[in-house]
């Protein structure tokens, strides 16, 4: 018989060992395909408002990435390979024997090799394209774009990078698969099958002392990072991350002893049924894997953290996009007398609509954040240690700022002649600066005493921006400003305008981007171009690595199951003889598949929970508050690939034991 026909044969009749292997390959070729496609599609530059430069970016970034998910995929592809070839190296034992030279069966595995390869390669990436089509709309529907223009697309730079990155993996499997057949004597192959793992820790006590240890001290970390986080220096949130990192290793170093005598212990749950079977074929299982199922849980840790997170920063950059960008441009010009400074120097104010407001700001050294802050200046000094306190704070009209919120369309401000308000667009500040508020701080300006207005900052925008960080603008009576006892300066004009056409506002910024010693402006497309450019590199990386963490957990974990049911299958059939049950042996098998993909999630879910709070507190300080959809989301993908694993996993171990 041909070797062809030889390997062809070995992938019909290893179809449930091929399973999980041949799942791994298909999703991880139309994984990279999709991702690197994604960059080089029209949708993709329409999202970025036509701006190359931030397509460019999104393709380098992502390039980058990719190359480090090609080597995860080539690990784990080796990973999966060396499970195969160990459960076969009786078979090639028994080809030798038959007098098959080794260079032979070097060449069937080679053919076999390209086989499943070009198999994986040609499905991946037909399902690639179709998810890299499928992936623009997303794109589309994430940033509302119109999609009459989207067009099929294939990309041929993504398909010559997916086929050279993949190939190479082939070929480095190849090589080492000859080179283990070739090193391995007759009788090695022979009697591999024959070979067990040995269990990490036997000594019972042990296992309990070190799983109690472990325990407490992820509580520790879980606690000291997820409630006091705000107390914490980066010396000690280093200190409670390698305390996490050591305790999940010896969690599941200590974790099948710690199981076994628990299990045991109950003996009503122990004696009924094939309980007994499925505790002691668990343990051992987490015995014999601790270190690849800590590091499971740490990947799957990572993905649910990047999923979570990454969905959550595109809800707070469309957020900002609707609400913070009213109108197409505004500026803080330094030039006291604008329209002579826009007529000097060719800006195009005819071509601007004409309810566009000029509206003076000025400064003086009674108005600083010190004095706003009052008592609680201490507090806030605790956590903003560089900042500068006594840097005056800009001061407005509270008929000019009502200017603004009515061409903003918000509500106008209410206060009397003897009362301030604080405008302030960043929520880390905003806290010390509410309790200054609350407690009635009095600010003293041109000799008169002024009381808040409000007992809380208004968050608001003034200049727009695509972050939340308006470090204040405070508004007073017209009465204060225009006393002859003023000690405020005029230091600069507040402008807001709308374009009458595009050509209108790309002469503008044009012409104010070579001004940047004399005017700071902000541009509503130019805040579009870079909160839509940071957000589809922050949400594509996240969606990139996590699906790539949780393809090759799942798939280790698959691995490792159908390596034990080999194992195990002669204990199956012990269980069928001795009368139980076809569906006492399907539940047995069925509960030892989900403990093993459950039990490291488990812990990845509890180290989410407290990690999302330690980032929430984060992200609430810059105005990153909800974090509900990116969670629900990354439950959604990690149900969808992880799911997709398990059924795939248990219904090859099913085939394997024969139930």
Known sequence: MRSFDIALKNIKKSRSDYSIYFFTLILGVTIFYMFNAVGTQGIMKEAMCSSNVAVDNFVTVIGMVSVAVA????????YANNFLIKRRKKEFGIYMLLGMSSSKVARILLYETCIVGVFSLVIGILLGIVASQCLSVIV????????????????????VKTLLCFAGIYVVVFLLNKRSVRKNKLIDLLTASKKNEKEVIRNTSASLSLFIVSVIGLVYAWIRVGFYAENLTMKSFMVCVVIGFVCTFIFFRSAGGFLQKAGSSCRKFYTKGLNSFVVRQFTAGVNSSSISMAVISLLLFLALLFFSTGFSIRN???ARLGNHTPVDITMDLFSLDPESFFEEHGIPMEEWSSDYITIPIY????????TLLGDHIEEASETFRMAEWDSMVGVMRLSDYNLIEDMYDRNRLEMTDDQYAF???????????????????????????????YDHVISECVLMSGLEANLGIVVLPDRVIDSPER????????????????????????????LYDDVYYTAKKEIRASSIGMTVIIVFVVLYLGIVFVISSAA????????????????????KNIGASGFERKKALFTRVFSFFMFPL????????????????????????????????????????YGGYFLTTYEGCRKIVGI
């Open 487 to 514: 000690t405020l300066k005029q230091v600069s004009n507040f402008i807001a305008a709308d374009y009458v056409s595009e050509e209108a506002g790309e002469k503008t910024e044009a012409i104010l981007s070579e």
């Open 316 to 318: 707070y950059f469309n």
């Open 556 to 575: 280790i974990i698959g691995l490792k199951m159908l390596s034990d049911s080999i194992d195990s299958a002669s204990n199956f059939k012990i269980l």
């Open 363 to 370: 400064k003086g050294e009674e108005v600083t954040l010190r």
């Open 423 to 453: 405008i302030l667009d960043f929520d880390l500040m905003g806290s010390f600066a509410n309790s200054a508020l609350e407690d009635g701080n009095v600010l003293t300006v041109s000799g008169a005493s002024l009381n808040p207005a």
């Open 602 to 641: 488990a812990l990845a879910i509890l180290d989410t929970v407290f990690g999302v709070r330690f980032v929430k507190g984060f992200m609430n300080s810059i105005g990153m508050i909800n974090m509900g959809q990116g969670i629900m989301l990354s439950l959604f993908i990690m149900v969808l690939i």
């Open 140 to 159: 589309a529907k994430m940033f509302v774009m119109d999609l009459s223009g989207f067009a099929f697309d294939i990309s041929g730079q993504a398909l």
């Open 71 to 78: 080597i995860i995929f080539g690990l784990l592809i080796i």
